[in-house]
């Protein structure tokens, strides 16, 4: 009886090994992928290093954190249109003006590409909507991305 089982037990061991039948292999064929047509990039938010500066950028905005947002900014970074303004005077000028939230929320907005700059809200970026509130500006400075505006009008 033992060797009945041992016998069996082999068979059993040697018929799981064999492939299946030539027919059963070409009757499945795999799944066909639809091919995604690439859409043309209307902004480089999926671009890694983008997407880092923009989480760093508004990570340091919601703890007002002046010394990292410095590190952040161009040198000319704009703050004002009516009169224009640039360069320091900006974090003064974002207390006394109460603008913390304002730009903590334009920064939470999609970012999208207008000429070298991407900008926020995309909004701004439709000539046919007549944007003229708050928005923001980054461009890249020597191949790395930098905080080159927040103005409104």
């Excluded at 002046?66 to 207390?95: C, H, I």
Aim: aromatic share 12%.
């Amino acid at each position: 009886m033992r060797i009945f089982a041992l016998l069996l037990l082999a068979c059993a061991v040697g018929l799981v090994g064999c492939k299946a039948p030539r027919k059963f292999h070409e009757q499945k064929t795999p799944a066909k992928t639809a091919k995604k047509t690439p859409e043309k990039p209307t902004e480089e938010s999926s671009d890694v290093d983008f997407q880092a500066f923009v989480g760093r950028l508004r990570k340091a905005v919601a703890s007002h954190d002046v010394a990292t947002l410095k590190t952040m900014m161009t040198e000319d970074f704009g703050y004002r249109l009516n009169p224009e303004a640039s360069g320091s005077g900006v974090f003064q000028y974002w207390d006394d003006q109460g603008l913390w939230p304002e730009l903590q929320g334009i920064l939470s907005e999609k970012f999208v590409k207008k000429g070298p700059f991407m900008v926020a809200p995309p909004q701004f970026a439709d000539p046919s909507l007549n944007y003229d509130g708050y928005r923001a500006g980054i461009r890249r400075v020597n191949g790395s991305w930098k905080f080159a505006y927040f103005v409104n009008g």
